[in-house]
């Protein structure tokens, strides 16, 4: 929150977060604190109006293990072509639940298609208990997108299970990139487009 609130009351760093975002050229990704900030600067974002606040778990501790996402049809940039992948991501978080201050915004929220990822069940079904949703987020929301997908915010981490030797078992033939590799190859082709 402090970081956010130390670019929001400076009118010159406000304009440059507000310019960058704003430039169609540009691709962003929070994640966990960078997801805080990113959600608190939301006003600077196109297209994150209804994105939430990321608060205390819970569970009212740090949450720290590997979970199951989902990762939902959204306009995400970074994880095209990825929709409905379930994949075990590291969890490491102590403010990862997904807060509205309204009900119908968290609707709208959940609605909108910038639902991004979210933590399921042994079943595939998004996890409405702990310890399969390890924050509380309603509809076991993780990870949301804007409306151009150009700017993603997530907490969980991905980038600590890039590498397949990172993942205590893998099948055979995943070779040294495992599936999260794909985010940052996805943000590596689209620059390349640019």
Not at 23 to 36: F, I, S
Not at 132 to 140: D, F, L, Q, R, T
Request: charged fraction near 25%; aromatic fraction near 10%; hydrophobic fraction near 40%.
């Amino acid at each position: 929150v402090a970081w956010a609130k130390a670019i929001l009351f400076n009118d010159k760093m406000k304009e440059e977060f507000r310019s960058f975002f704003h430039r169609p050229d540009t691709l962003a990704l929070g994640v966990c604190n960078g997801a805080q900030l990113f959600a608190h600067l939301a006003e600077l974002i196109p297209g994150a109006e209804v994105w939430p606040s990321f608060e205390r778990n819970r569970s009212e501790q740090f949450e720290g293990r590997l979970s199951m996402v989902e990762i939902v049809k959204s306009p995400s940039l970074l994880l095209r072509g990825m929709e409905g992948a379930r994949l075990p991501i590291a969890v490491a978080h102590g403010e990862g639940r997904a807060v509205w201050n309204d009900p119908k915004r968290a609707d709208a929220a959940l609605a909108s298609g910038l639902l991004a990822m979210r933590f399921i069940d042994g079943e595939g079904k998004a996890a409405k208990n702990y310890p399969a949703n390890p924050n509380g987020s309603m509809g076991g929301a993780t990870a949301f997108t804007s409306r151009d997908g150009r700017v993603t915010i997530m907490m969980p981490h991905p980038e600590r299970l890039v590498r397949s030797v990172q993942w205590s078992w893998k099948p055979d033939g995943w070779g040294e990139n495992g599936p999260w590799s794909k985010l940052f190859e996805n943000a590596r082709h689209w620059i390349e487009e640019k």
